[in-house]
């Protein structure tokens, strides 16, 4: 009889053991379970941000085209401030800086003398005589000086002004330039004291 008490507990410890291993494992599988779940779930998206990048190296001075920017999209959280975020807000505005290709384009690297609050474009009448600088003059930058007709000293009326475009036509030579309002009456008095020419100004980083 003691023997088989004996055994009794022996099978009875091992049976409390195989039912407690079992509900382990059970609960494994279980948590196994909801990890894969939760792994095979479709990632939640956030908000999105927009960023322009050059595709190419841009020059300081130089004028940014379309074919020269793109863009890329990015998690809203990973968005770098103060980069630029719509490519037509930079095209036909000039480099401040030499741009890399491949680099994030930023605000301050865009040279934004152009946008004059309450600008006007307005029309110059040029020397015929000297006529207009050689190469495509729209977007430079440039002094206006004055020639009087009395032989006097010329003198600059306008300096650092945007040249938004320049022709010539029936030999008259006609300069559109972007002026602030309130210098708009002095470009148009200094007309009638004598001729005016334009001196464009090298762009940044020119050789």
């Known amino acids: 009889m003691p023997a088989v008490c004996a055994g009794d507990a022996v099978v009875s410890r091992h049976r409390r053991r195989a039912l407690a291993l079992g509900a382990i494992a059970a609960l494994l599988v279980v948590a196994g379970l909801f990890e894969l779940g939760r792994g095979s779930a479709p990632p939640r998206r956030g908000p999105v941000a927009t960023e322009v990048v050059a595709v190419r ?21 990973y968005a770098v401030r103060g980069a630029v975020v719509d490519p037509r807000a930079a095209i036909g505005l000039r480099a401040a800086v030499a ?7 930023m605000e301050a690297e865009v040279s934004r003398g152009e946008r004059l609050a309450e600008a006007r474009d307005v029309a110059v009448r040029l020397d015929d005589a000297a006529g207009l600088p050689s190469g495509d003059l729209a977007g430079t930058h440039a002094d206006v000086v004055l020639v009087p007709t009395r032989g006097e000293t010329p003198a600059i009326v306008l300096a650092d002004v945007l040249v938004i475009a320049a022709r010539t036509s029936d030999g008259a030579a006609v300069a559109t330039l972007r002026l602030p309002q309130a210098e708009v009456a002095a470009v148009v008095a200094a007309e009638g004291r004598g001729s005016l020419r334009l001196a464009v100004r090298a762009s940044p980083g020119a050789a």
């Open 57 to 77: 190296n841009i020059p300081a001075g130089a004028r940014i085209t379309a074919d020269a920017l793109g863009v890329v999209r990015v998690p809203a959280r």
């Open 99 to 105: 741009l890399p290709g491949g680099g994030l384009l």
